[in-house]
């Protein structure tokens, strides 16, 4: 199990650029894989995006592709996300999660981090 905590979200204009990052504890977090999601007011939580254990492998939303950078520093156990052109639609708590090696789902979550683009 590890423990996640994210920081770096903030009110940003719209076309402007934030860096989220989550922090993580536990001695095995270069085992997990690592994802960002994120949840709107009155919307279900949607996958961002992921990057597996190694960081070789990434993966995203459709909605961010091209913006949005996923990365990870398995040396200082954090991993980010780079997000660039925000559009108010971007708007959301910013939830990092881990899934340990060999499942699917993910399995420990971080509170969060607000992220607001005004137009």
């Known amino acids: 199990q590890v423990q996640l905590v994210e920081s770096g979200g903030g009110l940003v204009q719209a076309g402007g650029s934030l860096r989220l990052s989550c922090a993580a504890s536990?001695?095995?977090?270069?085992?997990?894989?690592m994802g960002w999601f994120r949840q709107a007011p009155g919307k279900e939580r949607e996958f961002v995006a992921a990057i597996s254990w190694t960081g070789s492998s990434t993966n995203y939303a459709d909605s961010v592709k091209g913006r949005f950078t996923i990365s990870r520093d398995n040396t200082k156990k954090t991993v980010y996300l780079q997000m660039n052109s925000l559009k108010p639609e971007d708007t959301a708590v910013y939830y990092c999660?881990?899934?340990?090696?060999?499942?699917?789902?993910?399995?420990?979550w971080g509170q969060g981090t607000q992220v607001t683009v005004s137009s």
């Open positions: 536990g001695r095995t977090f270069s085992t997990y894989g």
């Open positions: 999660a881990a899934r340990p090696s060999g499942r699917t789902d993910f399995t420990s």
